[in-house]
C-alpha cells in the first residue's frame, strides 16, 4: 500500500498503524488518551481543574469515556499492532500517567504486561493539578512514564548519543501551556523521543501534532494519524507557522 510520507491521517488510530506494516517505520511516539472521562468536571464550582483545558473541554470527536476492561484491551491491541511495524530494528516510546479515580491498581502495568519494555522513563512534570480535594487520600501525583518498548535490535542512535548520556531515566520537563490542544505534549518530550528513532516516525494519537513538529526540526519522516480533524487542521497551521518563520525571506 502506498502512503504518502510527512502527511496526517484522520482514522482509527488501530487501522492507522495496520497500514503502515512493512513501510520501514523506526519508531512509533505517541501519548494516547488517558480514559479519564472528565468532560465538563473543570466548569464546576469548587472544581481543581479550572487551568485544565481537557477537563473543561475534553477532546474533539473522543469521549474519553470506556469501561476500564475495554480501554486496558484498545491499547494493547494498539500496541500489538505497533510491535508489527517497528520489528525487530524499531523502538516504541508510549507515554501514559495514571488514572486516579481507580486507586485498586494501576492499569499501565495491565497495558504494558509481556512487552518488550527495555526502559521505563519518568517524565517528572513538577506539578499537578489533582490536589485530591478537601480530604485527599494520595500525595498529588506529579509524573508520567514513558515505556521505551524496543525490538530486539534497536540501539541508541550515534548521532545523539553524546547528549543522551545527559538526559538519565528521569526527565524533569514542564507541561506543555501555550497549545489550544487539551492535552499538549511537550515539544521537549517529543523531540527527545524522536531523537531516540533512526528513521521513520509515526504517532497514532498525533493531536496538535507535536511529535510532527519535533521530526520536521530533526529533518526525520514522519506519518501523523488522530481521529479528530480539528486536530489535522491545527498540526498543519503549526506546520505552516513553522515554515514561513524557518522561510530564507524571513531571516
Not at 505497533?82 to 520489528?87: F, K, R, S
Amino acid at each position: 500500500m502506498n502512503v504518502e510520507l510527512n502527511t496526517y491521517s484522520v482514522s482509527d488510530a488501530i487501522d492507522f498503524l495496520k497500514r503502515l506494516k512493512g513501510l520501514g517505520v523506526k519508531g512509533i511516539a505517541t501519548s494516547p488518551p488517558y480514559n479519564k472521562a472528565f468532560n465538563g468536571r473543570g466548569k464546576k464550582p469548587g472544581s481543581n481543574w479550572k487551568n485544565s483545558k481537557l477537563m473543561a473541554d475534553n477532546y474533539s470527536h473522543f469521549e474519553d469515556n470506556l469501561p476500564e476492561d475495554q480501554y486496558v484491551a484498545w491499547q494493547r491491541t494498539m500496541l500489538h499492532a505497533a510491535l508489527e511495524c517497528i520489528g525487530d530494528d524499531g523502538v516504541i516510546l508510549y507515554n501514559i500517567g495514571r488514572k486516579i479515580k481507580n486507586l485498586r491498581e494501576d492499569r499501565r502495568e495491565r497495558i504494558v504486561e509481556g512487552f518488550p519494555i527495555r526502559q521505563t522513563i519518568i517524565w517528572n512534570r513538577g506539578s499537578s493539578h489533582n490536589q485530591g480535594g478537601k480530604r485527599p487520600s494520595i500525595l498529588p501525583p506529579i509524573y508520567e512514564l514513558i515505556y521505551l518498548i524496543a525490538g530486539k535490535n534497536w540501539r541508541l542512535p550515534e548521532k545523539y548519543l553524546q547528549e543522551m548520556r545527559y538526559w538519565g531515566d528521569v526527565w524533569r520537563i514542564t507541561p506543555e501551556s501555550k497549545n489550544p490542544h487539551p492535552a499538549p505534549f511537550p515539544l521537549i518530550i517529543a523531540t527527545r523521543m524522536a531523537k531516540l528513532v533512526n528513521g521513520l516516525i509515526a504517532d497514532p494519537f498525533a493531536g496538535s501534532g507535536t511529535i510532527g513538529m519535533a521530526a520536521i526540526d530533526l529533518g526525520l519522516p514522519y506519518l501523523l494519524n488522530d481521529i479528530s480533524p480539528d486536530y489535522q487542521t491545527m498540526f498543519y497551521q503549526r506546520k505552516n507557522k513553522y515554515e514561513v518563520a524557518n522561510s530564507p525571506l524571513f531571516n
